[in-house]
Nanobody, 129 residues
């Protein structure tokens, strides 16, 4: 059974950095991508970034492009989200999730069509002054 464990959230000052981790287990092959999402109070959940286990290609939403970096350490089945230059509006519960399939982000792909197969629990990030 696929399991995801997100961690690394906390209270951080505006402009600072934070790194989230998503420890994944239960996979039997490389046909999946892991993504990071967030949900701010009163807002819908939004996708931030994906990384393909298949070819390590990545996707970023415009809202975080240039500030957030997704990476993976396959040896320990962990995906990271490095968040820099944090803003007040980055305050949210952050989730990691898995989409199954041989996914590559090396060419245009309809992110909106993805259906998440597994969710991890959320980790709260609060950006303060």
């Amino acid at each position: 059974e696929v399991q995801l464990q997100a961690s690394g959230g906390g209270l951080v000052q505006v402009g600072k950095s934070l790194r989230l981790s998503c420890a994944a287990s239960g996979f039997t092959s490389d046909d999946y991508a892991i993504g990071w999402f967030r949900q701010a109070p009163g807002k819908e959940r939004e996708v931030l970034s994906y990384i393909s286990r298949y070819d390590d290609s990545t996707y970023y939403a415009d809202s975080v492009k240039g500030r957030f970096t997704i990476s993976s350490m396959n040896a320990v089945n962990t995906v990271y989200l490095q968040m820099n230059s944090l803003k007040f509006e980055d305050t949210a519960v952050y989730y990691c999730a898995v989409v199954l399939g041989w996914i590559t982000f090396t060419q245009p792909i309809d992110i909106a069509s993805f259906e998440v197969d597994y969710w991890g629990q959320g980790t709260l990030v609060t950006v303060s002054s």
